[in-house]
């Protein structure tokens, strides 16, 4: 199997533009404020493994995860700058990892202090996801820091759960219920040169599906953990959506690793199945509460979108790996409808609240009526919150803005790819590049590249562009254009950003008749702060123009033609048809905004009305 490498962030620059920007809040804002949301919720003292019934903060089965994240993130930052308060918090938390890690290697916190005596007990209780999460911090760790004590204290953890696990079978259970350990024992096998740990992702990855452990469980259950077949037969995306991006992310991974043909074609079959039938426009992935899971295709429904913001990160992984075993276009498309949308709207724009889940949809009349109320503080919520019970987004928004550079390039003897656009400098091999771009404000990207040594540069076409001009000759292969080295020194590539209308295919039901305004990349959406409220009562004029206006969250705002129905509308509930609307200018905002003006009414999509 040909493979590509991926262009680590470490080696890219980001030096200005929207992402810079959106870096330094992460840094400055976001990362110290998740930290302090942990301090005060007890997760960072769980370390100290000294909780007694009675005391406050009792810790929680998945907390490691949480602080795991947040260590990860300010590894992937310490890698570019230092950040001596937060190093020191990582540093003493590392110091309580090790001394409460018992003898025969095991950590966790909370099976530790709370639960002693219940380790490997039951397959949905974290612990292998809680030791992913902790072997990715350690390796990030010892990459930004050259210091190897907390690689040293999990690669023990993992020489103990592949004891476990793999050579006595000793648990209670063969394959974790929420996956993430095996994409991290590729990155330790990779950081450490160590095959013991590529073997215990694999053995993972085959027992999925595969073994006794999920026998008699109704099918929904087993399709929340996908569990319902061997990985390599899988076609659809089935379960949890945050797992499952965490799986085929660790698929992919396996895939490129071994040449498995059979966990390729699975991956490109669950993709496939991911992009074409059930992600929201937003990049939005697990549209329903019930076990935050996949459902069927087209079932998308806007207001109560579950699209939880991890879902959304685990679907750019996911494909951002897929771009290591081929360089299609289709892949970095998906990364792009996540970061611009899907992702970005679970952050505030002053960078210290949170979404967990992410709706098309808010209707303020119906809050607290949902059912979804019921379950918690993740749930349906018109403004984005400090810190959740469930805190699993926060940390992972921070660690996954401070690795963004990740997306941008890959490359292979023959060819540097150019995936995703924003100002910065980068280093493949010998050769060296720069882009410069306002993008997604502008669409025009100027690429240069030294030392190519005769490799190509391949720049991707956006799939949301259907207009572009390139300054080179160039080759269209797998959505990306292709310019031979001789010509790639200095290229111009212009995206037309003309705002655009898009409409779903008519399974989709909750879109029928309706349309979602777009600029580029970016999925804009109405608020009812700047429409009035009732956005019901609004239809859009799918023929005006829309005009750019002003600015907001960094992006202009656009401005369309449109109608209102008239109100008050009075006390009925059915009256025979009258078709009366006032003219209505519209005005849109990027979706990854809203909800940052207070409680507001909002829709992505937009009932049409036609007038000939
Ligand atoms: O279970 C751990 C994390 O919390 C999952 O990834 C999220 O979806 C939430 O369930
Ligand atoms: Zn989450």
Not at 292 to 312: G, K, Q, S
Not at 463 to 478: D, K, M, T
Not at 568 to 586: D, N, S
Request: glycine share 8%; aromatic share 10%.
């Amino acid at each position: 199997m040909k493979t590509y490498r991926r262009i680590p962030f470490t080696d890219v620059d980001i030096i200005g533009g929207f992402w810079r920007e959106r870096q330094q809040l992460n840094r400055e804002a976001t990362i110290p404020a998740v930290m302090n949301r942990f301090m005060e919720t007890g997760r960072f003292e769980a370390f100290k493994c000294g909780w007694r019934e009675g005391s406050h903060n009792k810790p929680h089965i998945f907390w490691d995860s949480d602080v795991a994240k947040w260590i990860e993130s300010v590894a992937y930052v310490v890698e570019k700058a230092s950040m001596p308060e937060m190093e020191r918090i990582v540093e003493q938390t590392i110091d309580e990892i090790e001394l409460h890690q018992t003898p025969d290697g095991y950590v966790n916190s909370y099976f530790t202090s709370v639960e002693p005596g219940m380790r490997w007990r039951n397959r949905s209780w974290h612990e292998l996801y809680c030791a992913g999460h902790l072997i990715e911090a350690a390796v990030a760790w010892r990459h930004a820091t050259g210091r190897d004590r907390f690689l040293k204290i999990m690669r023990r953890y993992a020489d103990y759960i592949d004891r476990v696990f793999r050579v006595e079978r000793s648990a209670a259970f063969q394959t974790p219920g929420h996956e993430e350990i095996e994409l991290a024992l590729v990155k330790l096998y990779h950081a450490t040169g160590e095959k013991k740990y590529l073997d215990l992702a694999r053995f993972f990855i085959d027992r999925r599906g595969a073994n006794p452990e999920t026998d008699g469980q109704p099918l929904t259950e087993r399709l929340a953990t996908q569990s319902h077949m061997p990985v390599r037969e899988m076609r659809t995306a089935e379960g949890h959506a945050v797992r499952a991006g965490y799986l085929f992310s660790a698929m992919a991974d396996l895939a490129r690793e071994d040449g498995d043909e059979s966990l390729r074609a699975a991956c490109e079959a669950v993709f496939d199945n991911i992009v074409n039938r059930r992600m929201y426009i937003t990049g939005g992935v697990g549209s329903t509460l019930n076990s935050e899971t996949y459902t069927i295709d087209y079932d998308l429904p806007n207001e109560t979108a579950y699209a939880e913001t991890c879902a959304a990160i685990s679907l750019a992984y996911f494909a951002g790996r897929m771009l290591l075993i081929e360089p299609d276009a289709k892949y970095a498309d998906a990364v792009e409808r996540v970061l611009y949308n899907g992702f970005l709207s679970g952050l505030s724009l002053d960078g210290t609240r949170f979404f967990y889940t992410n709706p098309l949809e808010i209707v303020k009349s119906r809050r607290g009526a949902h059912p979804c109320t019921e379950k918690g503080d993740w749930l349906p919520i018109m403004e984005r919150v400090e810190v959740f019970s469930c805190s699993c987004c926060p940390p992972n928004v921070t660690r996954f803005l401070a690795s963004l550079g990740d997306f941008a390039f890959t490359e292979d003897d023959e060819t540097v790819f150019v995936h995703q656009y924003m100002p910065c400098s980068a280093k493949a091999g010998e050769a060296r590049l720069t882009m410069e771009t306002d993008y997604p404000r502008g669409g025009v990207v100027r690429v240069k590249a030294r030392g190519l040594n005769g490799r190509r540069l391949a720049l991707r076409v956006p799939g949301w562009c259907s207009r572009f001009e390139l300054s080179a000759p160039y080759a269209l292969e797998r959505g990306c254009a292709i310019i031979d080295a001789a010509d790639a020194a200095d290229v111009t590539l212009t995206l037309d950003m003309t705002p655009q209308l898009i409409e779903a295919r008519s399974n989709v039901a909750d879109c029928a008749g309706k349309a979602a305004m777009t600029r580029g990349p970016v999925v804009y959406c109405m608020e009812g702060v700047d429409n009035g409220g009732s956005l019901a009562d609004i239809r859009l004029d799918p023929a005006g123009e829309v005009k750019e206006t002003g600015d907001y969250g960094g992006l202009p705002v656009l401005e369309a033609r449109g109608w209102r129905r008239p109100v008050p509308q009075g006390e009925w509930l059915y009256r025979p048809y009258t078709g009366r609307y006032e003219e209505k200018k519209l005005t849109f905002i990027p979706y990854f905004a809203f909800a940052n003006r207070g409680e507001s009414d909002m829709r992505v999509w937009i009932p049409v009305r036609m007038i000939w």
